[in-house]
């Protein structure tokens, strides 16, 4: 079984601030996948970014980027330059490789205010 | 690329009644989910398909709830004798087969169940 938390239900940021959102996950897979999915104000949700357990390296997407401590099991996101079109729910979420569905955490949700 | 997409958008129904949602993924994926997210939670897996074959279902669905895809492609997800707890957004995802990105979903917009 996994499980994934996100500690913090809420956040704000001022435009062209950075901001991190915290995730920490649990699982017994040795093989796994770890996303960022983002859900605006009655909009549809988005993959943001998507970092492979094996990979050392930390993703990067333009202005996002992760911070993944494997030891840890801890996966945050940093948005750079925040955006007022950035407000929306972060979701942390958590996919072994040999189940296609995902887990996901209850939500950060972020207010980048002008 | 049309995206995922789910029929209806709203669904207001009387308790007992029985409702079906669609849902139509990217034509070229091959694996498609249902989720069920309640106010302030997270997605909650409930079922998925590979192809026309249901490979899981959580113990979150009861004997009220059943799903098929009868040929691959769309879905269906119906809910028996609804329950005010029933109520709650249902949405849909699909990812691609094979390869690394076969493990990225891409959400519906979701059909948001209303049971009075």
């Known amino acids: 079984a996994q499980t994934v938390t996100q500690s913090q239900p809420e956040m704000s940021v001022q435009e062209a601030e950075t901001v991190t959102l915290s995730c920490t996950y649990d699982?017994?897979?040795?093989?796994?996948?770890l996303f960022w999915y983002k859900q605006p104000p009655s909009r549809q949700m988005i993959l943001v970014i998507r970092?492979?357990?094996?990979?050392?390296q930390n993703a990067t997407e333009n202005r996002f980027s992760v911070n993944f401590q494997k030891a840890a099991k801890s996966f945050s996101l940093k948005i750079s330059d925040s955006q007022l079109g950035d407000t929306a729910m972060y979701f942390c979420?958590?996919?072994?490789?040999?189940?296609?569905?995902?887990?996901f955490g209850d939500g950060t949700t972020l207010t980048v205010k002008p | 690329d049309t995206g995922v997409s789910q029929d209806p958008r709203h669904k207001i129904t009387k308790r007992g009644q029985n409702v079906t949602f669609r849902c139509d993924p990217i034509?070229?994926?091959?694996?498609l989910y249902w989720y069920r997210q309640t106010l302030g939670q997270g997605p909650e897996f409930l079922t998925y398909?590979?192809?026309?074959?249901?490979?899981?279902k959580s113990r979150l669905l009861s004997d009220r709830f059943s799903a098929e895809r009868p040929k691959g492609s769309f879905s269906t997800l119906e809910i028996q004798r609804t329950e005010q707890g029933d109520s709650a957004m249902y949405l849909c995802?699909?990812?691609?087969?094979?390869?690394?990105?076969?493990?990225?979903?891409?959400f519906g917009p979701g059909t948001r169940l209303t049971v009075t």
């Open positions: 995802a699909s990812s691609p087969r094979g390869g690394t990105r076969s493990y990225e979903q891409y």
């Open positions: 699982t017994s897979e040795s093989n796994y996948y």
């Open positions: 970092q492979e357990a094996y990979k050392q």
């Open positions: 979420a958590c996919s072994h490789t040999n189940a296609g569905k995902s887990t």
């Open positions: 034509s070229e994926h091959n694996r």
């Open positions: 398909f590979q192809n026309e074959a249901q490979l899981e």
